[in-house]
C-alpha cells in the first residue's frame, strides 16, 4: 500500500557497522572491512555514500586516510564524508 507521498528516496537501503561493544569501547573494524559495509559483492544494490562521522583529534594525512584513498580510488560510485573532529574548540561544551 502506498499514501500519496513516498518521500525523496523511497527505494533507499541504510546499512551500518556497529563500532562499539558492551563496555562502551569504541573499536574499528579494519578500514577496508569498514568502507565494504553495504558494498557486498553480488549484491543488487550498494551502498554510495559512508560517513565516518566520528572525525579525528589528529590533523595530518594519517595512514587511514591513505587508505580511505586507496579504497575510494577504486570505486568510482562511492563517497566517503570523514568529520574533522568531534572534539569541538578548546574542547567546550556546546562548540561542535
Same mark, same amino acid.
Given at each position: 500500500?502506498?499514501?500519496? %507521498?513516498?518521500?525523496? %528516496?523511497?527505494?533507499?537501503?541504510?546499512?551500518?557497522?556497529?563500532?562499539?561493544?558492551?563496555?562502551?569501547?569504541?573499536?574499528?573494524?579494519?578500514?577496508?572491512?569498514?568502507? %565494504?559495509?553495504?558494498?557486498?559483492?553480488?549484491?543488487?544494490?550498494?551502498?554510495? $555514500?559512508?560517513?565516518?562521522?566520528?572525525?579525528?583529534? $589528529?590533523?595530518?594525512?594519517?595512514?587511514?586516510?591513505?587508505?580511505?584513498?586507496?579504497? $575510494?580510488?577504486?570505486?568510482?560510485?562511492?563517497?566517503?564524508?570523514?568529520?574533522?573532529?568531534?572534539?569541538?574548540?578548546?574542547? %567546550?561544551?556546546?562548540?561542535?
Amino acid at each position: 500500500e502506498t499514501g500519496l %507521498a513516498q518521500g525523496v %528516496a523511497p527505494g533507499a537501503k541504510l546499512a551500518f557497522c556497529d563500532i562499539g561493544n558492551d563496555k562502551k569501547d569504541l573499536l574499528l573494524p579494519p578500514n577496508t572491512e569498514l568502507l %565494504a559495509t553495504g558494498r557486498v559483492d553480488g549484491m543488487s544494490t550498494k551502498a554510495h $555514500i559512508h560517513s565516518a562521522s566520528w572525525g579525528s583529534a $589528529i590533523n595530518f594525512y594519517s595512514f587511514q586516510a591513505r587508505q580511505f584513498d586507496d579504497i $575510494i580510488f577504486g570505486e568510482e560510485d562511492l563517497l566517503v564524508n570523514v568529520a574533522a573532529g568531534n572534539s569541538g574548540r578548546f574542547d %567546550a561544551l556546546n562548540t561542535v
